[in-house]
């Protein structure tokens, strides 16, 4: 990013630690991001608009605009991709076949004009080369890194990972010595759209830049199976080695994301609660607590795993690896809702609305802001005896 006056405003790049220091919110349902502008120095006023999808960003103050430094990137590499995919192989010469004797009219047989050869589909393409690649994992570096990292083999194959050796991983520019642990990216219907890779190491061995890479292409979900199945809260988080801790620690239904703005609204119509296990970073709390205020405004149960549920940890994966990850607090909260609060239909949506407010914008617990959101809505401000999961009976005052 090159903020001075000087420089023209057209065509810029802002890399992903810019745009954290500019204060992102979410808007639009989650379509876009607005952000104070770093190209004019704004601190009052979210005028730089940035399109989730294409990574495309403009200021409506200054006139500034351009992409994001991960969404050229992706570009890029798609113009690459493209580009090798449309070179011509090599002709092979051809070598002269002897002809075959001369046969009668009467005896020649009918010959059949050969049927078309159909091109084999991208999707089962990347089928084939995700169960080679599920194959070569028993055995591989890829279970050693999966144990390190407190994963059982048996669930990583149950869950469709696998192991990319050296010289194997599809995506050959960004290609690993010590090869990469492999994830399908799904659909809820089960299709794989995308592989991510892994490079195997720790952060003090694989360069930041070397270390996550995705095909190009459309994206789903880690184990994106699970928002089909089951009738629990589904469990969110962002990282593939994050929903495998989750898994290995007994909870049943989880996703990865592979980031928070990869959230798609149309596959969870039919998910009733959510606890969202997000890092515990700052930049990794600002971004989930917007997108739970908009779980919680359209209607669904929200929880959030706390920080102190990892220990001191940064990240799930890590509280697992130490055997410091705590999960119950977050599934009560999920439990919890307006049943128990006895909240009628006629409240029930002003009633969310306020205790998501409190939670997401005041910083109040879950249960907390349910109770004073209940309060201010109870009529004549009769006592009101509830039940809340995970304590004893309560009185409230409306």
Same mark, same amino acid.
């Given at each position: 990013m090159s903020p001075g006056t000087e420089t023209s405003?057209?065509?810029?790049?802002?890399?992903?630690? #810019?745009?954290?220091?500019?204060?992102? /919110?979410?808007?639009?349902? %989650?379509?876009?991001?607005?952000?104070? +502008?770093?190209?004019? &120095?704004? #601190?009052?006023?979210?005028?730089?608009? /940035?399109?989730?999808?294409? %990574?495309?960003?403009?200021?409506?103050? +200054?006139?500034?605009? &351009?992409?994001?430094?991960?969404?050229?990137?992706?570009?890029?590499?798609?113009?690459?991709?493209?580009?090798?995919?449309?070179?011509?192989?090599?002709r092979p010469q051809r070598v002269p076949r002897p002809r075959p004797p001369a046969v009668a009219p009467d005896s020649q047989p009918a010959v059949r004009p050969p049927a078309p050869r159909e091109p084999a589909s991208a999707r089962a393409h990347l089928a084939q080369q995700l169960a080679a690649l599920q194959a070569a994992l028993p055995g591989s570096g890829g279970e050693a890194y999966l144990q390190q990292r407190g994963i059982p083999l048996a669930l990583a194959q149950q869950r469709g990972v696998g192991y990319a050796a050296p010289g194997t991983w599809p995506h050959a520019a960004r290609d690993w010595h010590g090869g990469r642990v492999v994830?399908?990216?799904?659909?809820?219907?089960?299709?794989?759209?995308?592989?991510?890779?892994?490079?195997?190491?720790?952060?003090?061995?694989?360069?930041?830049a070397k270390r996550h890479d995705h095909l190009p292409g459309e994206k789903g979900y880690f184990n994106a199976a699970a928002l089909q199945a089951g009738d629990g809260p589904l469990w969110v988080c962002e990282?593939?080695?994050?929903?495998?801790?989750?898994?290995?620690?007994?909870?049943?239904?989880v996703v990865a994301i592979f980031g928070v703005h990869g959230w798609r609204w149309e596959w969870v119509r039919e998910v009733r609660a959510l606890v969202l296990a997000l890092d515990a970073d700052a930049a990794g709390q600002q971004q989930w607590r917007a997108l739970a205020r908009q779980a919680a405004l359209r209607g669904k149960r929200v929880g959030v795993l706390p920080a102190v549920a990892y220990g001191g940890h940064k990240d799930v994966n890590e509280a697992w690896m130490a055997g410091a990850l705590t999960i119950g607090t977050a599934a009560a909260v999920a439990a919890g809702g307006p049943e128990e609060l006895g909240v009628s239909e006629d409240l029930r949506e002003g009633w969310e609305e306020r205790a998501a407010i409190m939670v997401y914008d005041g910083n109040l617990p879950r249960l907390e802001a349910e109770r004073l959101a209940w309060a201010a809505l109870s009529p004549h401000g009769e006592k009101r005896s509830v039940r809340v999961v995970g304590r004893a009976p309560e009185k409230l005052y409306g």
């Open positions: 405003r057209e065509n810029l790049t802002l890399s992903d630690a #810019d745009l954290a220091a500019c204060q992102p /919110v979410a808007g639009e349902g %989650g379509h876009v991001l607005r952000a104070l +502008c770093p190209f004019h &120095g704004s #601190d009052h006023q979210r005028s730089l608009r /940035v399109q989730v999808s294409s %990574g495309r960003f403009v200021c409506f103050a +200054c006139g500034a605009w &351009g992409y994001l430094a991960e969404a050229r990137e992706r570009w890029q590499e798609e113009q690459q991709r493209h580009n090798a995919l449309r070179r011509p192989p090599a994830f399908p990216h799904t659909t809820p219907d089960g299709r794989v759209v995308n592989l991510y890779g892994r490079a195997v190491g720790t952060a003090e061995q694989v360069p930041k990282g593939a080695f994050d929903a495998l801790a989750l898994l290995a620690a007994g909870v049943p239904r």
